[in-house]
């Protein structure tokens, strides 16, 4: 039986599912619409689709580094509970995720979809359906970053917070005890502190303008700043800018095991302590959902929705 583009449409407004998916349905079932559904349904599809409306704002964020290859990624994967990213079937998904990212070196998300899944002969996107049809709930991979050379990575509680540290140092260093326990170090300051950038040279302009607009309205506003010399008012901005950078900063933070010295100082003691050359050169930090909206349920009002 024939079928054509209007009946590609009318099968997608009646599932859901993907023009492709829907044309492969149709082609399957030689063009019965019934049949195409039922196709679907049994691949998972429609299932998949229907649970799309939920918000999947929990999940985990992982960190993988693959040694041999040098080559580091960070994964989030989202699913509607908590309870489901504590599944170790879940867990195993979102690693072969990240190993399908570290090997492929995808360009977003949507091509990662279209690529064969780690240790799997079946895409990325289908193992996704798999999964969302046989754990019940919506799962979306929101994000991934890929990085190569030599890094240092840390995943807080299970996956609530997941990071990724750059390096710029030789790879027999790299190897060292030492430079590994400050990788992870520097990752856990990241995780906890959540610096915005990498040093006062990776601020941009515009921000460190609109800090100075602020504290320069903070002065207009203060009787006791009203009569101070311009050059005085300007020594107090470059001195409160230097603390903004302190705190948003990563290399410009206190080191949070030991406060004396700040993140930079720490790597640059390490780097003294094995004789080489340590640079960090920059980082990503994920924190699972942020941004994303929360569903919130009425725990009383869910149950009288079970009982009527």
Known sequence: MAFTAKDVQALREQTGVGMMDCKKALQASDGDMEKAIDFLREKGLAASQKKSGRIAAEGAVLAYYDE???????VEVNSETDFVAKNEVFKAFVLDIAKTVAAENPADVETLKTLKLYGSDRSVQENLQDKILSIGENMNIRRFVRVEGNVATYVHMGGTVGVLVEFDTDDATAATDAFKTMGKDVAMQIAAMSPLYLDPASVPAEVVEHEKGILLAQMAEDPKMANKPEKVKEGIIVGKINKYYKEVCLLEQAFVKDDSMNVAK???SVAKEIGASIKCTGFTRFAKGEGLQ???????DEIAKMVN
């Not at 041999?68 to 960070?74: I, P, Q, R, S």
């Open 68 to 74: 041999a290859n040098k080559v580091g990624v960070l």
């Open 266 to 268: 720490y790597v640059e």
């Open 294 to 300: 929360k569903k919130e349920e009425n725990f009383a």
